[in-house]
Nanobody
Framework: QVQLVESGGGLVQPEGSLRLSCAAS????????MRWYRQAPGKERELVAQITSTGGTTNYADSVKGRFTISRDNAKNTVYLQMNSLKPEDTAVYYC?????????WGQGTQVTVSS
């Protein structure tokens, strides 16, 4: 079955870095558009970044441009989110999302907390 498993979250100090990973299985990863979303307490889930199937096009929320980088390794069926210069307002549960034709799948999420 389709699975998306996020990892790499944790507690980090402001201005620190984290790299999230999302390991995919159960579908043709190399053809899927992949996205990272986040949801902070009391707020709606928001799109953070997305990457096309070949990795040729990426898009970012204005709030993370210049600080976050989305990438993928189609040989490893994995998408990454490199997060630098983290701010307290980046604190949220981060979710991996896959879209391919009829498929629209979510991972279970990984908590990122930015605090001193």
């Amino acid at each position: 079955q389709v699975q998306l498993v996020e990892s790499g979250g944790g507690l980090v100090q402001p201005e620190g870095s984290l790299r999230l990973s999302c390991a995919a299985s159960g579908f043709t990863f190399s053809r899927a558009t992949m996205r990272w979303y986040r949801q902070a307490p009391g707020k709606e889930r928001e799109l953070v970044a997305q990457i096309t199937s070949t990795g040729g096009t990426t898009n970012y929320a204005d709030s993370v441009k210049g600080r976050f980088t989305i990438s993928r390794d189609n040989a490893k069926n994995t998408v990454y989110l490199q997060m630098n210069s983290l701010k307290p307002e980046d604190t949220a549960v981060y979710y991996c999302n896959a879209e391919l034709n009829w498929l629209y799948a979510w991972g279970q999420g990984t908590q990122v907390t930015v605090s001193s």
